[in-house]
């Protein structure tokens, strides 16, 4: 039955969907194999977008949602209750696990 | 390699103490419940902390103890991917995005919040999709859990095993709803610690440390080289490519999963306060981080000290590591930790079911046919009624449902079908008050049809099984589809929309004012 499927869904759509898609999976490659490189340095996209993902949604709650919403119904004010430094201390495991496997 | 591990007299007693300890709080959360929100939404009392353990273990089964540990040995770290990029990014995204609304607007399901800021249909086509997948879900780990992991390992009939922790955590989630479901899966997760770390010292003591296991898996040969690398390359067959991990995974399949799946979601719903549900997230977010570290790691662990396991037999290296490794009464507290693991995701799947089917399928039922909202009473009655055959019918089912090959690229494949549509219109439906209901309903409709497409349509992507790519294209789909369809329909009055979008609710306290009376009609 899949393999019915499959066999029908390439004839019908595969000639629409492969100069959409084959054009992306190239330009990945592409990207790919051009790390970017600061002074002597090489750096792969994947440990940019990697690590960037958990640095730019820390940066998202810390400095750019509104501090009261981020906190909004906390029990008592104080630091300790302070999600933001609740997200800085989730997050930083995980940016340097990800620092260190894609060096 | 048939060979199963025996137990030690003091690993029986470990292994039925935490059974009945399990139950009887279980049972003694019981007086906790009297109406139908203390049954699904534990009386919106929880407190930070029960939330957060309680979605790392919802989200964690007994077969990922066994299942990540063999793909760590067959592919390294990358294995750890979901639930490091899985999770903690999707988790603060649902803190901040998606909980504050679901909290706020008092629904039980997050169909109903669907439903709320779009229509009826949309409600009923997400909580039927949400009923049948988590239906599947419930008999697969049902059956793995018994017959992959107790029968393979302990040489335990799977039959018997099944129906046994089927009628405990049934018992337990059918007497005391989401609070017994949570409470004990804070017991639950401490018992999984406990065990999983244990493991992971002993094998690190046994490889001779961090730095020898990276220098001996290294020096294993040509396929071992990026057994330390996390992000795989894009050009790779495997399933894996760090492409699909950041945008297919990172920022699709795991925020749909932490904002969108009921079974995850619906813990911070029974948060005491909005700053409890967004703390749970994160709090959560953190204690998962360490899950790798102990399920993943004595897989890594496992290539140096059984080399002659093979890739073929990789989902032994966990129970193999327990047999050469543990001592009697820490090998009864590890197997007490896989049951914990197996029963707190089995009680969580059920409870979140019987929420869904009860609030957005016979509630909708009962809407069109002119009866009204569901009395209080007879939802309690009802959900119990729904949580006791749910356990049945599923552990009956369980064999000819999950008794198939690659059940966890089944498992996957699933997901991928509708997880995509489902966080485009979410995110719409919260961060653009322009989204109309039928902007939403083409977007979760078309959205679906076209995750088909690409799924069975082979050779559009690199990667043999291209689930990553299908969730983040048909999420841009979709996501098109509601903007453009939305921008062709009227546009929603705004008393429709107070509370429910992202303006309305950071900025305007009145709204909010006007959503809580809402709620409180």
Redesign the interface.
């Known amino acids: 039955m899949e393999a019915w499927i499959e066999s029908l869904f390439k004839t019908l759509f595969y000639p629409i969907l492969a100069p959409i898609f084959h054009p992306v999976d190239k330009f990945l490659n592409w990207v790919d194999q051009h790390p970017f490189t600061v002074g002597s340095v090489s750096v792969t996209w994947a440990s940019i977008c990697g690590v960037g993902l958990f640095v730019c949604a820390m940066l998202w709650v810390c400095l750019i949602l509104n501090k009261e919403y981020v906190n909004r119904g906390r029990p008592y004010k104080s630091i300790w209750t302070d999600l933001r430094l609740w997200t800085i201390i989730s997050m930083t495991p995980h940016v340097l696990v990800y620092f260190y496997f894609t060096r | 390699m048939e060979s199963f591990i025996g137990l030690h007299f003091i690993d029986w007693i470990i292994i039925l103490v935490y059974m009945a300890g399990s139950l009887m709080l279980g049972v003694y959360c019981t007086r906790f419940v009297g109406s139908a929100e203390d049954f699904f939404i534990a009386g919106k009392a929880l407190p930070f902390w029960a939330i957060g353990f309680s979605i790392v273990t919802s989200d964690i089964g007994a077969t990922d103890f066994v299942a990540v540990a063999g793909a760590a040995y067959c592919n390294g ?1 990358s294995a750890a991917n979901f639930d ?2 899985g999770s ?2 999707a988790m ?2 649902a ?2 995005v998606f909980v ?1 609304y679901f909290w706020r607007s008092g629904v039980f399901t997050i169909p109903e919040f669907l439903g709320r800021r779009y229509n009826a249909a949309v409600q009923f086509i997400n909580g039927m999709i949400w009923v049948v997948v988590l239906f599947f879900m419930l008999a697969i780990m049902q059956w793995l859990s018994a017959d992959k992991l107790m029968y393979t390992v302990l040489g335990w009939n799977p039959y018997w095993t099944l129906w046994i922790t089927a009628g405990i955590t049934g018992i337990y989630t059918f007497s005391g709803g989401l609070t017994a479901v949570v409470f004990t899966d804070v017991v639950q997760l401490i018992v999984m610690y406990v065990g999983g770390f244990g493991l992971l010292a002993l094998s690190l003591w046994e490889v001779g440390g961090w730095t020898t296991l990276h220098e001996k898996v290294i020096a294993m040969g040509p396929e071992y080289q990026d057994h ?4 795989l ?3 790779t067959t495997g399933p894996f490519p ?2 699909g ?2 945008f297919g995974l ?2 699709v399949m795991a925020v749909a999963y932490m904002s969108g799946n009921q079974v995850i979601v619906q813990r911070t719903l029974g948060a005491r ?4 549900a ?2 749970g997230m ?2 959560g ?2 204690l998962k ?1 360490m899950i790798p570290l102990m399920v993943a790691l004595p897989g890594l662990c496992a290539v140096v000290l059984l080399p002659t396991l093979g890739r073929e037999n990789a989902d032994r290296a966990v129970p193999e590591m327990i047999r050469v490794l543990m001592p009697a009464g820490l090998r009864g507290l590890m197997f007490a930790a896989l049951f914990a693991a197996m029963m707190s995701h089995i009680s969580a799947t059920l409870n979140s079911t019987t929420t869904i089917f009860i609030t957005d399928i016979v509630g909708q039922i009962r809407k069109w046919i002119g009866k009204g909202a569901l009395p209080e009473k007879l939802a309690l009655r009802l959900g119990r009624v729904i949580t006791a055959t749910l356990i049945i019918s599923t552990a009956i089912l369980a064999k000819p449902i999950a008794d198939r090959e690659q059940i966890y690229v089944f498992m996957q494949t699933i997901l991928s079908l509708f997880q995509g549509p489902v966080l485009a219109i979410l995110l719409l439906g919260i961060i653009w008050p322009r989204a109309t209901q039928w902007g939403g309903l083409a977007g979760l409709v078309l959205g679906v049809m076209c995750c088909f ?2 799924k ?7 990667s043999e099984d291209p689930f990553l790519f299908v969730a983040w ?1 048909s999420f841009v789909f979709a996501l098109i589809v509601t903007i453009v369809v939305s921008l062709l329909t009227p546009r929603e009055p705004d008393e429709k929309l107070r509370g429910m979008v992202w303006s309305s609710v ?1 900025h305007d306290e009145e709204a909010q004012d006007a959503l809580q009376e809402r709620v409180a009609q």
């Open positions: 770290v490091w990029m903690m990014p603060v995204i803190a901040f504050p330390f690398r996390i992000l390359p894009n050009d760090w492409t991990i950041v990172g920022l306060s909005e700053w409890d967004k703390g994160l709090f977010g953190f981080a497409v690409l069975y349509t082979p050779g559009l992507f690199p294209w950071v």
